[in-house]
Antibody, heavy 124, light 108 residues
Framework: QVQLQESGPGLVKPSETLSLTCSVS????????WSWIRQPPGKGLEWIGYIYYSGSTNYNPSLKSRVTMSVDTSENQFSLRLSSVTAADTAVYFC??????????????????WGRGTLVTVSS | DIQMTQSPSSLSAYVGDRVTITCRSS??????LHWYQQKPGRAPNLLIY???NLQSGVPARFTGSGSGTTFTLTISSLQREDSATYYC??????????FGQGTRLEIK
């Protein structure tokens, strides 16, 4: 079965760049959209953005100026970079698969597979 | 942006109770509404997609309903393992997915 696994540094200094990778195993990264979602300690979920396997992206407007996502189909993985981090970026970061559907109301997306999440702390 | 508001923010109920959580959107989202369950230290788990479709493997005691701006998640007979935080999420705006703030469910 398809599994997702986040990896990257657990500690990042303020003003530096957070970099995470999500490795997809048990299936191909192709033909899907993939998202990053984060959750500050004790708080709710915030969608960061998604990337298609072809490389097209869409980011949360509140983070757009600092976010870059990329995909490596040969390695079956995709990545997140968040620049100029502050303590407010401390969170558990999840990668997830976007599953599309078509209904009488039109097409939509939900997150059907998630990684276990990785805690990134921003601190000097 | 489409804002999602859940109520209540927390609730406590007994095993066997019928529990309902409500999610309201700031604009019409049709049936592009999904529900997730999250247990402490775990990733969210999809329960219901497109307002009323039960995800494979999810117990039938979970049901979703609604359309437009008001949606509900109902647990017909609460089990101890249902203690968790529940989130709704809209995908009507495919350029900006948003979640509700969560509802924490405790078992008395």
């Amino acid at each position: 079965q398809v599994q997702l696994q986040e990896s990257g540094p657990g500690l990042v200094k303020p003003s530096e760049t957070l970099s995470l990778t999500c490795s997809v195993s048990g299936g191909s990264i192709s033909s899907y959209y993939w998202s990053w979602i984060r959750q500050p300690p004790g708080k709710g979920l915030e969608w960061i953005g998604y990337i298609y396997y072809s490389g097209s992206t869409n980011y949360n407007p509140s983070l757009k100026s600092r976010v870059t996502m990329s995909v490596d189909t040969s390695e079956n993985q995709f990545s997140l970079r968040l620049s100029s981090v502050t303590a407010a970026d401390t969170a558990v970061y999840f990668c997830a698969r976007d599953q599309g559907y078509i209904s009488s109301a039109g097409s939509g997306w939900y997150f059907d597979l998630w990684g276990r999440g990785t805690l990134v702390t921003v601190s000097s | 942006d489409i804002q999602m508001t859940q109520s209540p923010s927390s609730l406590s109920a007994y095993v066997g109770d019928r529990v309902t959580i409500t999610c309201r959107s700031s604009q019409n989202i049709g049936t592009h509404l999904h529900w997730y369950q999250q247990k402490p230290g775990r990733a969210p788990n999809l329960l219901i997609y497109a307002a009323s479709n039960l995800q494979s493997g999810v117990p039938a005691r979970f049901t979703g309903s609604g359309s437009g701006t008001t949606f509900t998640l109902t647990i017909s007979s609460l089990q101890r393992e249902d203690s968790a935080t529940y989130y709704c999420q809209q995908s009507r705006n495919t350029y900006m997915f948003t979640f509700g703030q969560g509802t924490r469910l405790e078992i008395k």
